[in-house]
């Protein structure tokens, strides 16, 4: 009985110093590895460079959706970017036209040598399946994909979306019509379940201390049901969650205390 009581206690004691040396010494993950990056961002006045420090001090890896000016100083930290289309010329109506016209205009702004530090090309968030959009979406990330070797970031909607903003009656078609679509190696989507004071969609809304609660049906079935497609896809997936309070929805540290 004591020598079991011995050999359990050195495996316990090895595998925490492995483990432990194994977190002391692993790199930050890459994007290409593991993308963790904030909601938010734009072209807006503020700090960029205390912004960026803070990203990279927090193990961030991807800016959010930054304007491409902002690109050189992302990469003094470290960060790879996901940036807008602020470059589109909207004028200009045949699809094709513009999604030329804005990788021409891309690639000599940012100049070749800077478009590896480019991860993402934000073109949408939460499209209406249908076929104006579909093939829009499909001919810029097509062009984005090809002229420029970088990756489309389409963000599509979560499963509470009602059938007339999903533009089907079905979500999983929903996920599998874009992906197909754009030719995604990923499924990105939002889904925000946690909530305070009274229920979403609800008028009066209110921040009252107790009263949190957290929708996990929708939560964990979007995320089985965005796998599924993914799988189907032979694609990764991007879950975008909340972190910090907007409308009637707490922070974490919020729900964790209140809940």
Not at 93 to 119: M, Q
Not at 158 to 178: K, R, S
Request: glycine fraction near 4%.
């Amino acid at each position: 009985m004591k020598i079991v009581l011995i050999v359990l206690t050195i495996l316990f004691i090895s595998v925490s110093v492995f483990a432990d040396n194994v977190y002391k010494t692993r790199d930050r993950l890459s994007p290409e590895e593991f993308q963790i990056f904030p909601c938010g961002g734009w072209d807006i006045p503020f700090d960029y460079d205390y912004y960026f420090k803070d990203l990279y001090d927090c193990g961030f890896n991807l800016t959010s959706f930054i304007d491409i000016k902002y690109i050189n100083l992302a990469k003094k930290y470290k960060l790879k970017s996901i940036v807008g289309t602020s470059l589109m010329d909207r004028s200009i109506e045949d699809t094709k036209e513009r999604a030329k016209d804005f990788t021409e205009k891309f690639t000599k702004t940012i100049g070749k040598n800077n478009l590896e530090n480019v991860y993402f090309i934000y073109i949408s968030d939460e499209p209406q399946a249908n076929e104006k959009n579909k093939n829009e979406l499909s001919i810029l990330s097509e062009a984005i994909s090809t002229n420029l070797k970088i990756k489309p970031y389409v963000n599509l909607l979560p499963n509470y979306a009602n059938n007339e903003q999903l533009g089907m009656d079905d979500y999983e078609e929903y996920l599998d019509f874009y992906t197909k679509a754009c030719k995604l190696d990923y499924v990105s989507y939002d889904n925000y379940s946690f909530f305070m004071g009274e229920a979403p969609n609800k008028p009066n809304i209110t921040f009252t201390k107790g009263g949190a609660w957290f929708d996990e049906d929708t939560f964990y079935s979007n995320m089985e049901s965005v796998k599924t497609v993914a799988d189907k896809n032979k694609a990764t997936f991007i879950n975008t969650i909340q972190s910090a309070r907007f409308l009637n929805m707490p922070d974490i540290e919020e729900f964790m205390i209140y809940v």
